[in-house]
Protein backbone atom coordinates (compact mmCIF):
# COMPACT_ATOMS: atom_id res chain seq x y z
CA UNK A 1 0.00 0.00 0.00
CA UNK A 2 1.48 3.31 -1.22
CA UNK A 3 1.64 5.90 1.39
CA UNK A 4 1.38 9.67 0.25
CA UNK A 5 3.55 10.50 -2.41
CA UNK A 6 4.50 13.78 -3.90
CA UNK A 7 6.54 14.98 -7.06
CA UNK A 8 8.65 16.25 -7.70
CA UNK A 9 10.98 15.81 -5.08
CA UNK A 10 13.25 18.96 -5.87
CA UNK A 11 12.39 22.43 -7.81
CA UNK A 12 14.54 25.16 -8.44
CA UNK A 13 12.58 28.63 -9.63
CA UNK A 14 13.46 32.40 -9.59
CA UNK A 15 11.60 35.36 -8.51
CA UNK A 16 8.33 35.97 -9.89
CA UNK A 17 8.10 32.44 -11.69
CA UNK A 18 5.11 29.89 -10.71
CA UNK A 19 5.22 26.72 -9.31
CA UNK A 20 2.87 23.82 -9.18
CA UNK A 21 3.49 20.83 -6.84
CA UNK A 22 1.18 17.66 -6.60
CA UNK A 23 0.53 14.87 -4.32
CA UNK A 24 -1.23 12.05 -4.47
CA UNK A 25 -3.13 10.68 -1.37
CA UNK A 26 -2.87 7.84 0.80
CA UNK A 27 -5.50 4.78 -0.27
CA UNK A 28 -8.54 5.31 1.02
CA UNK A 29 -8.31 8.57 2.07
CA UNK A 30 -10.21 11.35 0.26
CA UNK A 31 -8.88 14.74 2.20
CA UNK A 32 -5.41 16.18 1.57
CA UNK A 33 -3.82 19.10 3.68
CA UNK A 34 -1.07 21.29 2.32
CA UNK A 35 1.83 22.59 4.67
CA UNK A 36 5.12 24.85 4.78
CA UNK A 37 7.59 23.76 6.32
CA UNK A 38 10.67 26.88 6.55
CA UNK A 39 14.27 25.84 7.52
CA UNK A 40 14.28 25.07 11.40
CA UNK A 41 10.92 25.54 11.76
CA UNK A 42 7.61 23.19 11.89
CA UNK A 43 5.46 22.71 9.88
CA UNK A 44 2.84 25.95 8.77
CA UNK A 45 -0.84 24.69 7.51
CA UNK A 46 -1.67 26.01 4.21
CA UNK A 47 -4.92 24.48 3.25
CA UNK A 48 -6.69 21.47 3.45
CA UNK A 49 -8.96 20.23 0.61
CA UNK A 50 -12.24 17.46 0.87
CA UNK A 51 -14.24 16.76 -2.02
CA UNK A 52 -12.74 18.99 -3.87
CA UNK A 53 -13.52 22.18 -2.11
CA UNK A 54 -10.95 24.17 0.02
CA UNK A 55 -12.57 22.84 3.41
CA UNK A 56 -10.28 25.73 5.51
CA UNK A 57 -6.92 28.17 4.93
CA UNK A 58 -4.35 29.18 6.91
CA UNK A 59 -2.79 32.01 6.96
CA UNK A 60 -1.23 32.36 3.45
CA UNK A 61 -1.78 34.90 0.83
CA UNK A 62 -4.22 34.25 -2.27
CA UNK A 63 -1.07 33.71 -4.34
CA UNK A 64 -0.97 30.12 -2.78
CA UNK A 65 -3.74 28.37 -4.11
CA UNK A 66 -4.66 24.90 -4.59
CA UNK A 67 -7.19 22.19 -6.43
CA UNK A 68 -8.39 18.44 -5.73
CA UNK A 69 -9.38 15.83 -8.66
CA UNK A 70 -11.81 13.10 -8.53
CA UNK A 71 -9.53 10.53 -7.39
CA UNK A 72 -8.84 12.81 -4.74
CA UNK A 73 -4.67 13.90 -5.25
CA UNK A 74 -4.28 17.61 -5.15
CA UNK A 75 -2.08 20.41 -6.64
CA UNK A 76 -0.80 23.18 -4.59
CA UNK A 77 -0.17 26.39 -6.90
CA UNK A 78 2.44 29.27 -6.00
CA UNK A 79 2.23 31.85 -8.24
CA UNK A 80 4.75 35.03 -8.15
CA UNK A 81 7.24 33.31 -6.12
CA UNK A 82 9.53 35.16 -3.72
CA UNK A 83 12.75 34.17 -2.03
CA UNK A 84 10.69 33.81 1.26
CA UNK A 85 8.38 31.06 -0.29
CA UNK A 86 12.21 28.80 -0.49
CA UNK A 87 11.08 25.78 1.89
CA UNK A 88 9.62 22.16 1.87
CA UNK A 89 5.78 21.68 1.42
CA UNK A 90 4.40 18.68 2.40
CA UNK A 91 1.29 17.26 1.89
CA UNK A 92 -0.80 15.20 4.24
CA UNK A 93 -3.71 13.10 3.88
CA UNK A 94 -6.16 11.52 6.12
CA UNK A 95 -9.00 9.00 6.38
CA UNK A 96 -12.75 9.95 5.15
CA UNK A 97 -15.30 12.15 6.71
CA UNK A 98 -15.24 15.53 8.46
CA UNK A 99 -13.54 14.40 11.48
CA UNK A 100 -9.69 14.32 11.14
CA UNK A 101 -7.98 12.13 13.05
CA UNK A 102 -4.04 11.61 11.91
CA UNK A 103 -2.60 12.95 9.10
CA UNK A 104 -0.23 11.01 6.87
CA UNK A 105 2.36 12.59 6.12
CA UNK A 106 4.84 12.82 2.31
CA UNK A 107 7.75 12.91 1.56
CA UNK A 108 7.83 16.83 0.88
CA UNK A 109 8.74 18.98 -2.44
CA UNK A 110 11.85 20.81 -1.86
CA UNK A 111 11.04 24.84 -3.39
CA UNK A 112 14.02 26.61 -3.92
CA UNK A 113 13.37 30.37 -5.20
CA UNK A 114 16.58 32.35 -6.58
CA UNK B 1 -0.79 34.92 20.09
CA UNK B 2 -2.57 31.68 20.28
CA UNK B 3 0.71 29.02 19.56
CA UNK B 4 2.16 25.69 20.25
CA UNK B 5 6.02 25.89 22.31
CA UNK B 6 8.69 23.59 22.33
CA UNK B 7 10.91 24.19 25.03
CA UNK B 8 14.12 22.73 24.01
CA UNK B 9 16.09 23.45 20.34
CA UNK B 10 18.75 20.51 21.01
CA UNK B 11 18.70 17.48 23.36
CA UNK B 12 21.97 15.44 23.28
CA UNK B 13 21.81 12.64 25.10
CA UNK B 14 23.91 9.55 25.39
CA UNK B 15 22.46 6.30 24.82
CA UNK B 16 20.18 4.42 28.20
CA UNK B 17 19.61 7.67 29.10
CA UNK B 18 15.83 9.33 29.93
CA UNK B 19 13.73 11.49 27.77
CA UNK B 20 11.57 14.25 28.09
CA UNK B 21 10.69 16.81 25.62
CA UNK B 22 8.29 19.64 26.61
CA UNK B 23 5.38 20.60 24.95
CA UNK B 24 2.75 23.20 25.64
CA UNK B 25 -0.02 25.17 23.76
CA UNK B 26 -1.89 28.19 24.60
CA UNK B 27 -5.46 27.54 23.16
CA UNK B 28 -8.71 26.89 25.36
CA UNK B 29 -11.21 24.45 24.88
CA UNK B 30 -10.96 20.98 23.58
CA UNK B 31 -7.85 19.59 21.67
CA UNK B 32 -6.56 16.82 20.29
CA UNK B 33 -2.57 16.28 20.80
CA UNK B 34 0.21 14.60 18.53
CA UNK B 35 3.46 13.83 18.41
CA UNK B 36 5.66 13.83 15.21
CA UNK B 37 8.95 12.45 14.73
CA UNK B 38 10.82 12.64 11.55
CA UNK B 39 14.00 10.84 11.13
CA UNK B 40 16.74 11.38 8.96
CA UNK B 41 15.97 11.24 5.74
CA UNK B 42 12.26 10.32 6.40
CA UNK B 43 9.47 12.09 5.89
CA UNK B 44 6.92 13.07 9.38
CA UNK B 45 5.46 10.11 10.69
CA UNK B 46 3.09 9.75 14.14
CA UNK B 47 4.44 8.81 16.90
CA UNK B 48 1.07 9.13 19.71
CA UNK B 49 -1.46 10.93 20.15
CA UNK B 50 -4.46 11.98 22.97
CA UNK B 51 -8.08 12.44 21.81
CA UNK B 52 -9.45 12.04 24.98
CA UNK B 53 -9.72 8.78 27.75
CA UNK B 54 -6.35 8.42 29.71
CA UNK B 55 -4.44 11.28 29.81
CA UNK B 56 -1.34 9.07 29.49
CA UNK B 57 -0.70 7.64 26.01
CA UNK B 58 1.69 5.25 24.89
CA UNK B 59 3.25 5.29 21.12
CA UNK B 60 5.60 3.36 19.16
CA UNK B 61 9.12 2.67 20.01
CA UNK B 62 8.87 3.06 23.49
CA UNK B 63 7.74 6.72 23.56
CA UNK B 64 4.81 7.97 25.81
CA UNK B 65 3.03 11.11 26.18
CA UNK B 66 1.35 12.68 28.89
CA UNK B 67 -1.58 15.02 28.71
CA UNK B 68 -1.65 17.61 31.96
CA UNK B 69 -4.75 19.86 31.15
CA UNK B 70 -4.24 22.44 33.48
CA UNK B 71 -1.06 23.05 32.58
CA UNK B 72 -1.77 23.03 29.04
CA UNK B 73 0.89 20.59 28.56
CA UNK B 74 1.57 17.26 26.93
CA UNK B 75 5.05 16.27 27.22
CA UNK B 76 6.78 13.53 25.55
CA UNK B 77 8.78 10.58 27.53
CA UNK B 78 11.18 7.63 26.79
CA UNK B 79 12.67 5.95 29.64
CA UNK B 80 16.00 4.86 27.76
CA UNK B 81 17.03 6.23 24.75
CA UNK B 82 18.55 4.38 21.96
CA UNK B 83 20.94 5.87 18.98
CA UNK B 84 18.29 4.94 16.61
CA UNK B 85 15.84 8.01 18.19
CA UNK B 86 18.14 10.38 17.06
CA UNK B 87 15.72 12.63 14.71
CA UNK B 88 13.26 15.91 15.18
CA UNK B 89 10.02 15.56 17.60
CA UNK B 90 7.27 17.86 16.62
CA UNK B 91 4.23 18.44 18.89
CA UNK B 92 0.92 19.42 17.18
CA UNK B 93 -2.15 20.69 17.99
CA UNK B 94 -5.68 20.19 16.57
CA UNK B 95 -8.48 22.67 17.90
CA UNK B 96 -11.69 21.01 17.57
CA UNK B 97 -13.40 24.00 17.17
CA UNK B 98 -11.59 25.29 14.42
CA UNK B 99 -11.19 23.05 12.23
CA UNK B 100 -8.84 20.19 10.96
CA UNK B 101 -5.24 21.95 10.85
CA UNK B 102 -2.50 20.76 12.57
CA UNK B 103 -0.82 23.34 14.82
CA UNK B 104 3.10 22.63 14.68
CA UNK B 105 5.19 23.71 16.95
CA UNK B 106 9.12 24.37 15.80
CA UNK B 107 10.70 21.33 17.02
CA UNK B 108 13.03 19.85 18.80
CA UNK B 109 16.51 18.20 17.88
CA UNK B 110 17.41 15.12 19.41
CA UNK B 111 20.93 13.58 19.26
CA UNK B 112 21.63 10.40 21.06
CA UNK B 113 25.55 9.54 21.00
CA UNK B 114 26.60 5.52 21.37
Known amino acids: DAGVTQSPTHLIKTRGQQVTLRCSPKSGHDTVSWYQQALGQGPQFIFQYYEEEERQRGNFPDRFSGHQFPNYSSELNVNALLLGDSALYLCASSLPGRSVNEQFFGPGTRLTVL | AQSVSQHNHHVILSEAASLELGCNYS??????LFWYVQYPGQHLQLLLK??????LVKGIKGFEAEFIKSKFSFNLRKPSVQWSDTAEYFC????????????FGKGTTLSVSS
Open chain 2, 50 to 55: YFSGDP
Open chain 2, 92 to 103: AVKRNQAGTALI
Open chain 2, 27 to 32: YGGTVN
